[in-house]
């Protein structure tokens, strides 16, 4: 099964940064020109870019638009969220030249509202990102940029969105996210048996090539890469051929 490789660049303040399990307190800049970070990316092979809009997550604007705008340009596809509430966010970000918008907050807040989203502009449109915790031995799902945990579960929308055409789902650990500690198998395999009908990105801990192929195994169908590239621990060229 084919695994896509997803090079991710989170945006706070115009640069390129990491938290550390989402918490903004906790933040890592590794760089201050993204758009030459992305074209690195794109030479070495990837053809798909995971940008997160940090401040955008927490604020519910925009706020890294020009720069999501100028990464477009460069002709790489791109995956973006953060801070799409309003169809309005959507249409400003397709017509940044985003090629999938990645809704997270507004999925698990409003799914009847998204469900529309996915019969109007297409499944192959939209990744509906479920960002999970364990908490009290269900995967609950924190929304705001991690800040607040909602009623409803993973284990409850994935098969909603499924049900209703979705297509994408990106799932973080968040526990897991920045640590490099190894993607969570467990939650992958779960999500391949509940919901066989989507091709789930995988993302948060992962350290190595090995945990590539573990996600592959474990039914994710992409790979979101962050820290591990950012410090060099292997390249968009090794993890292509992983």
């Keep these: 099964m084919n695994c896509e490789v997803i090079p991710a660049i989170d945006l706070r303040g115009g640069q390129v940064v990491r938290l550390k399990q989402g918490d903004y307190a906790q933040q890592t800049t590794y760089a201050s020109d ?65 090629r999938r918008v990645v809704l997270g907050s ?73 640590m490099l500690a190894g993607f969570n198998l467990e939650l992958y395999r779960h999500l391949a048996d509940r919901v066989p009908q989507l091709a789930v990105q995988a993302s948060g801990g992962v350290r190595s090539l090995d945990d590539i192929r573990a996600a592959r195994e474990a039914g994710a169908q992409g790979v979101i890469l962050g820290r591990a590239l950012l410090e060099g621990r292997f390249t968009v060229q090794e993890a292509l051929i992983a």
């Excluded at 092979?45 to 519910?60: E, F």
């Excluded at 996915?118 to 995967?139: C, M, N, P, Q, V």
């Excluded at 607040?148 to 409850?156: I, M, P, S, Y």
């Design 34 to 98: 993204p758009r030459e970070l992305a074209q690195r990316y794109a030479a070495a092979g990837a053809r798909w870019l995971h940008l997160v809009d940090l401040d955008g997550a927490r604020s519910g604007n925009l706020d890294n638009l020009a720069v999501i705008q100028a990464i477009a340009a460069d002709g790489m596809q791109i995956q973006a969220g953060g801070g799409v509430r309003e169809e309005t966010d959507l249409q400003r970000l397709f017509d940044a030249g985003v």
């Design 106 to 178: 507004v999925a698990i807040r409003d799914p009847d509202l998204v469900a529309g989203w996915l019969a109007k502009y297409g499944a192959e449109r939209l990744t509906i990102a479920l960002d999970t915790r364990r908490i009290d031995g269900r995967w609950a799902l924190p929304s705001a940029g991690w800040t607040e945990v909602e009623a409803r579960t993973l284990d409850e929308l994935a098969p909603w969105y499924a049900a209703r055409g979705a297509r994408h789902l990106l799932c973080t650990d968040i526990d897991r996210d920045g």
